[in-house]
């Protein structure tokens, strides 16, 4: 089992950053990727980033490339969302997910943290 938490959600406006975090426990070493997805309402969860959770190598969606980075810090066992100018579009809320299996299949959630951003 793993537990995802999120943290640093919030009320932006439209231009500026934000960073949200994401802190694993329970079985960490049988994660191979962790990302982050995002649903706004009336819409479908969209994929955001991802990252190995040993590796450099992330998958960004082209709506927040050159906006959106992700950081990982195995030693705490966290990973971040750097966000920078900030749309009204990327309002929604922010799950962080965990793969724990060869299929790919993202197994483990967070609770999701709401991200606004007012223009």
């Known amino acids: 089992q793993v537990q995802l938490v999120e943290s640093g959600g919030g009320l932006v406006q439209a231009g500026d950053s934000l960073r949200l975090s994401c802190a694993a426990s329970?079985?960490?070493?049988?994660?191979?990727?962790m990302g982050w997805f995002r649903q706004a309402p009336g819409k479908e969860r969209e994929f955001v980033v991802n990252?190995?959770?040993?590796?450099?190598?992330?998958n960004c969606a082209d709506s927040v490339q050159g906006r959106f980075f992700i950081s990982r810090d195995n030693a705490k066992n966290t990973m971040s969302l750097h966000m920078y100018s900030l749309k009204p579009e990327d309002s929604a809320v922010y799950y962080c997910?965990?793969?724990?299996?060869?299929?790919?299949?993202?197994?483990?959630w967070g609770q999701g943290t709401q991200v606004t951003v007012s223009s």
């Open positions: 997910a965990a793969v724990t299996n060869l299929r790919g299949k993202y197994d483990y």
């Open positions: 329970g079985r960490t070493s049988s994660i191979y990727t």
């Open positions: 990252i190995p959770w040993s590796g450099s190598s992330a």
